[in-house]
């Protein structure tokens, strides 16, 4: 490197896959200027001819070098061990004072084991949950970051400039210590994924039930979007029902019915399992991707089991659109839920109504009902679905209940219209069958019980 050009670029960003692309195209078109390496001499050479205030560097010794002090690095490569790898290559080289930043899915103990590493030698650490896909990337993603303060103080003005805006504010911004960001952006692939399988599960209604074709599947999520439902998941489903493949056969129709999963989903799961969490509605997503994957016995099934099925009264498309509303504000609760469980054990402040609006514009769960979180008074005290600014939404329970039911009766398999009523109905049961559970632990194990009219726990000789 010529030395005019040591010490001169603001960042640095390492990994140059199809995120770290995006975001170095951003970065440089915000005209930041960037340091770019990747250990990848491919990568390095296809970014070779970029134009703007960025540097491709040959080693990671020069990378370095080129960057201002305190130096801001930024990771975009695969989650797991070659973070690991790539910090240990890392610490040697910088300075106390410097800050790594990690944008990859990385698991948030991970995230605080390496936070904790990085104090160790004076460096700050930031786990920054990056979400909005290659193009949210390119145009402006969420960001979400948790870690070291100070090296929020350090890198947050970088990190603004290239996130996404939504009503005049920055869809970025810092969660609280340790791996919270990461911790956020699990819990919004939770969402995610309870998201995408509801209205996977609508579109097959729509389909299979109501018999639509695929433009008229198209019309009504057109429809939908534009009023509670307005979001970017609904947008791309109106779009994606309707493309066609070369022979004008729906392009969806063609594509295998097995989902796959990089992990988050299922650590939510795993999360909500270990916090006690009620996640239904998360889980039902979960099975039904790893349920997919068992494509052999599925059709086995579906020859060797025939259905009673019984054929009720069709939803109207209001029903349908008030059972999914209702289905995904529960989606967000439980989501919700289960970041502020982690936050009161964690001892993380988060604040619930801004974390809302980091996920206003640029993520993938982006869309109206965020703007009204950010609004409402939720605090994370109760779940937000006893919030009083949500009415509208709960009154779509009969339609949820009806659509369920529909399903059931049909023998359709729609496990997160499932999990929304589980959890609906969970949280209005004043008195749960659990009792009994109670009565029979106490009664082959001696567990005890608590009682109704008395303080204390009890045995008895059933
Ligand atoms: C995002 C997405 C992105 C990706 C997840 C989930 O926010 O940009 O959540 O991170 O979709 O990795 O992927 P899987 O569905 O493959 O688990």
Known sequence: MSPEREGRYRLGLLGLGVMGSALARNLIRR????????????????????????????????????????????????????????????????????????????????????????????????????????????????????????????????????????????????????????????????????????????????????GLSPDQTGAVLERWNRGVLGSYLMEISARVIRKRDGDQTPLVDRILDVAGQKGTGRWSEEEAAARGVPTPSIYG??????????????????????????????????????????????????????????????????NLRGLAGIWGDGCIIRGRILDRISESGFTGEKPLLFEPAFSDLRSGEAALRRLTSAAALAGDCFPAFGGALFYYDGYRTGRMPVFFIQALRDCFGAHTYR???REGSFHTEW
């Open 31 to 210: 005209e930041i200027p960037t340091a770019l390496y990747s250990v990848s001499q491919k990568e390095r050479e296809a970014h070779s001819l970029l134009e703007g205030p960025c540097v491709v560097c040959g080693t990671i010794g020069e990378f370095v070098g080129a960057l201002e002090r305190p130096r801001k690095i930024f990771l975009m490569i695969l989650a797991g061990e070659p973070v690991d790898e790539m910090i240990q290559t890392l610490l040697p080289l910088l300075d106390p004072g410097d800050v790594l930043m990690d944008g990859g899915n990385s698991h948030y103990r991970d995230t605080e084991r390496r936070c904790r590493l990085c104090r160790e030698k004076g460096i700050g650490y930031l786990g920054i949950g990056v979400s909005g896909g290659e193009k949210g990337a390119l145009t402006g993603p969420s960001l979400m970051a948790g870690g070291d303060r100070c090296a929020w103080e350090q890198a947050g003005p970088l990190l603004t400039q290239i996130a996404a805006f939504h009503r005049g504010k920055p869809c970025c911004g810092y969660v609280a210590e340790g791996g919270s960001g990461h911790y956020v952006k699990m819990a919004h692939n939770g969402i995610e994924y309870a998201i995408l399988e509801l209205i996977a599960e609508t579109v097959c209604y729509l389909r299979g039930e109501a």
């Open 451 to 453: 009682r109704t009219d």
């Open 285 to 350: 997503a979960l099975m039904a991707r790893n349920l997919s994957g068992q494509n052999m016995l599925r059709e086995e099934g579906a020859a060797a089991f025939p259905c009673t099925a019984q054929k009720g009264p069709l939803l109207t498309e209001e029903e349908l659109e008030q059972a999914l509303s209702l289905a995904v504000f529960l989606a967000y609760s439980q989501g919700f839920e289960l970041i502020a469980r982690a936050g009161k054990e964690e001892g993380w402040r988060i």
